[in-house]
Nanobody, 122 residues
C-alpha cells in the first residue's frame, strides 16, 4: 500500500508564487518517475511536469520557465515551485509516482495523490 500526500495549495494573487509538496509513504521498494498534473475547470487533465529517478525533467510548454519540479529521493518527496502565477494556472493539482512495492517488486505501479486546489486571482 502506497499513499501520496500533497500540501501547499491555496489562493494566491496573479504574479505570486506557490510551492507544492507531495510525499510518498508506505511499502515502498523504489520510486521511478514522479510528476504533477492539473485539471482546470472545464478542461482535461494535463501533465504539468515530470522528473525521473535520474533527475531528468520535462515541462508543459505553458509552464516552462515559470515552474520548477524537483525531488528528494531520501524523503520520497516531489516538489513543484510555481512562480509568476496567472489565473489560467487555476486548477486542481495532482501528484503521481511510479512505485515498486515490497510486496510486488516486479513492475512499477502508478499512484496518485488526492489533489490540491490552486486558485489564482486576477
Amino acid at each position: 500500500q502506497v499513499q501520496l500526500v500533497e500540501s501547499g495549495g491555496g489562493l494566491v494573487q496573479a504574479g505570486g508564487s506557490l510551492r507544492l509538496s507531495c510525499a510518498a509513504s508506505g511499502n515502498i521498494f523504489s520510486i521511478s518517475d514522479m510528476g504533477w498534473y492539473r485539471q482546470g475547470p472545464g478542461k482535461p487533465r494535463e501533465l504539468v511536469a515530470s522528473i525521473t529517478s535520474g533527475r531528468t525533467t520535462n515541462y508543459a510548454d505553458s509552464v516552462k520557465g515559470r515552474f520548477t519540479i524537483s525531488r528528494d529521493s531520501a524523503k520520497n518527496t516531489v516538489y513543484l515551485q510555481m512562480n509568476s502565477l496567472t489565473p489560467v494556472d487555476t486548477a486542481v493539482y495532482f501528484c503521481n509516482a511510479f512505485v515498486l512495492t515490497g510486496a510486488t517488486a516486479y513492475r512499477y505501479r502508478e499512484y496518485w495523490g488526492q489533489g490540491t486546489q490552486v486558485t489564482v486571482s486576477s
